[in-house]
């Protein structure tokens, strides 16, 4: 199935509740539909979390996804991460990280996030990015601060060629079909790649990403494939 997320079918909000929302709501969107918004009144992260999303500062886009295959499906907020993530290297030359299963971090702060929801045939994924917020414009945190690129790059970025590039990424990502290439470009920016981290029950040095976008633990009792939950480092 060919990605096609530069169809011009885009619609554009000053301000809108959510853009996944929208997005899960817009029934005959085409593959590729893209939702941006300037700004958000109840912008929604996981597990019934909010994400804060001023006016002026923020990316905040939503894209529709038809048809995916299994593989791709089960590793998208990885690949949609992955691809947010090197699109903001090339524009700010700052190192991403990404924390699993759907954080991008840069210096140990969270400037991103992904939240992809939906049925089996039509998948929406989210993304939220901090790029010209001040510290007054984030939300506080304790582990993971929030940061925008501004802050970390003490420069301003445009929304409109920030979403270029990430759209031209993830374009580039979801074509490529090329698992191996995408799990090492993944692990490479791994946030606590060999560290001792607990999701849920399980307890264990952290291995990498198996091939359905687990995180892989490494116990006393063997390799544990963690599949939802927050990573504590321990
Ligand atoms: C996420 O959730 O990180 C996924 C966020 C996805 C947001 C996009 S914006 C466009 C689209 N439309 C939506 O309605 N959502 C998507 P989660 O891992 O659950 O993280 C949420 C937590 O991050 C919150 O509990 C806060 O601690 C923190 N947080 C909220 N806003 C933030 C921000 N702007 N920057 C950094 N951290 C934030």
Redesign the pocket.
Known sequence: MPFMPLARTRRYFDSID????YALNWQDAPHGALVWADS?T??????G?????PPGV?L???LVLRDLEPDTKARLSLLVGLSVAEALEELSGLRMQIKWP??VLARGH??G???CEGTSDRIVA???L?LNQTQDD??Q?AIFP?SSLLLLAGRRFDVAPTLEAVLGSLHVRLNQNDWPAERSAIQERLYGLNELAKVGAATGLVQGIGDDGALLLRTADGVIEARSGEVEFL
Do not use: E, M
């Not at 959510?18 to 929302?21: D, F, G, R």
């Open positions: 959510s853009t996944n929302t958000q109840a912008g929604r992260g996981r597990l979390r909010s994400w804060s999303s923020g905040y886009f939503s759907n954080d969270k400037i996030g992904v939240l989210g993304v939220g901090n984030l939300p945190r929030a």
